[in-house]
């Protein structure tokens, strides 16, 4: 046998699907991404990705891996997805990898990041690049709140619904506040994330710049776990999944 | 007759329209926008644009004016006509102007901005709002072409087809050519523009950047005024027109 895993990094404008995954009415990245590899390799192939993103979510580095026969050469393969795919979807690097390489499973951080502009309003082409918040934010207020988000914690305040069994303890590693001009981007990094993390703690930071809540309510939403004391879920147009490292 | 002529300043997404005016198979913003103020009016609309702008091309100063009966405030008059528009296109003002105002015959100048992305590929994200220019450019090179754009000539060399009678003479008062990271960003400052004239001359400055033209050849195009001397008509969707000024 000479079969090979292989593993892709991929960029996608997130604005046309449902998010990685097919749901309801919308197209999902990886079926697209796995019609395109099928045309390629001529076989049923099945895409493992790092993680979910959710609808409208935009990527400069998804990874993924796929086991294949194709004896097209691995460091060539995005080339041949090219001419397959949607222009807003991109393979920029293709590579073989250890037989067991997981993309999920062997993911040791994953990096995002959050775009706000801070205006009363937005250039059309921003609309699906941006959350949009329109009110003076207090950025100092942010930074310390953003302090108490990291490290170790049961981050079921700040989370969408689980699925049973899931482990709500989460371990932020960096929560990076970067102003210029009307733009604030958030940066977060984590081995994992929950289910809309990214964008209920962004919502919440967003609360406390504004005044709305205090930076020591972070504190006190840890201390809950009640989702109702933390900010609103932002929109995934804002959201970027950066990059996710290995090894 | 309390009759009112109303200037707009638009701004636009200019991906998904045959351009300014309506052509072909596509729809354009001045129809879009026509149809929106006919709604809220209720009254036909003639709207005169400062000019036109190609399939593809973005704004984010176009200025209008259209003469109404309405009731409503000139300068409340964009909030009305904001649930009436598609989000790729938004009015950011509205006021009354003088009756003899007039959007195209008034214009003092006109300020465009073409967007290079000078890298092996760009985002997705990034598709409809840059030039992709995957060779090494010499900016020096360039900006020394750009000084001889610069003044009045006869821009045959640098149009496309013109319309029977057009005087090609133009003066460029401005070409400022702004480099940050990957981006470079060339603004152009004219009374006005003949067709096409902004892409082919930003096709040429590449020529010269390039390596296969030189500085020199610029004028030696505004001598011969042939066309097929100067470089490749770039795409519009990295043009801008950023501003019309008055008075």
């Avoid at 990705?49 to 691995?74: C, E, L, W």
């Avoid at 967003?206 to 840890?222: A, N």
Wanted: with cysteine; proline share 4%; aromatic share 10%.
């Amino acid at each position: 046998m000479n079969m090979k895993n292989i593993k892709l990094t991929i960029q996608y404008d997130g604005t046309n699907y449902s998010g990685w995954q097919t749901q309801d009415n919308a197209i999902g990245i990886q079926q697209v991404l796995t019609e395109a590899l099928e045309r390629v390799t001529g076989e049923p192939v099945n895409l493992i990705g790092s993680g979910r993103t959710d609808k409208g979510v935009h990527a400069y580095g998804q990874v993924a891996n796929f086991r294949t026969n194709t004896r097209i050469r691995p460091d060539k393969l995005h080339y041949w997805l090219k001419p397959e795919l949607p222009d807003d979807i991109q393979v920029i690097e293709s590579q073989e990898v250890h037989w067991d390489f997981h993309a999920r499973f062997d993911a040791k951080s994953k990096i995002y990041l959050y775009r706000i502009r801070n205006t009363e309003r937005m250039h059309p082409i921003d609309r699906n690049y941006f959350e949009l918040v329109d009110y003076p934010l207090d950025i100092d207020r942010m930074r310390r709140a953003s302090e108490f988000l990291l490290g170790e914690h049961d981050f079921r305040g700040f989370c969408g619904i689980l699925e049973e069994g899931t482990n709500p303890i989460r371990d932020l590693d960096r929560c990076g506040i970067h102003v210029r001009g009307e733009s604030i981007d958030i940066e977060f990094e984590a081995m994992s994330f929950l289910r809309n993390q990214v964008r209920i703690m962004v919502g919440t930071l967003v609360e406390v710049g504004r005044g709305r809540l205090e930076p020591l309510d972070i504190q006190r939403i840890f201390q809950e776990r009640d989702r109702s004391l933390a900010g609103p879920t932002l929109s995934g147009r804002g959201l970027y999944l950066m990059d996710v490292r290995y090894e």
